[in-house]
């Protein structure tokens, strides 16, 4: 079965950057769509951003401009890019792949964003 193991969390200051790694089991780009989520602490989880096995992109509008979602097929290795964050930013975010019908989850990297 597919894992994801999430990466890249940490504290970083207002206006700082962070790219937070997902890597994946087993080959699944090709054929699962592969998306960001976060949440804060007393918040729904929120779509961040949305990669399509045809490489298309979505990015919800918390983010949009800040955010960018990337791969690596020979690492089977998803990647999310934030730039100039705010505290606002400061949730768990959560690696997701799923297809019509499986969906996988990461548990998650803590991203603290503080000065």
């Known amino acids: 079965q597919v894992q994801l193991v999430e990466s890249g969390g940490g504290l970083v200051q207002p206006g700082g950057s962070l790219r937070l790694s997902c890597a994946a089991s087993?080959?699944?780009?090709?054929?699962?769509?592969m998306a960001w989520y976060r949440q804060a602490p007393g918040k729904e989880r929120e779509l961040v951003a949305v990669?399509?096995?045809?490489?298309?992109?979505y990015y919800g509008d918390s983010m949009k401009g800040r955010a960018t979602i990337s791969r690596d097929n020979a690492k089977n290795t998803m990647f999310l890019q934030m730039n100039n964050l705010k505290p606002d930013d400061t949730a768990v975010y959560y690696c997701?792949?799923?297809?019509?019908?499986?969906?996988?989850w990461g548990q998650g990297t803590q991203v603290t964003v503080s000065s």
């Open positions: 997701n792949a799923q297809n019509t019908l499986q969906t996988y």
């Open positions: 087993t080959r699944i780009f090709r054929f699962y769509t």
């Open positions: 990669k399509r096995p045809d490489e298309s992109t």
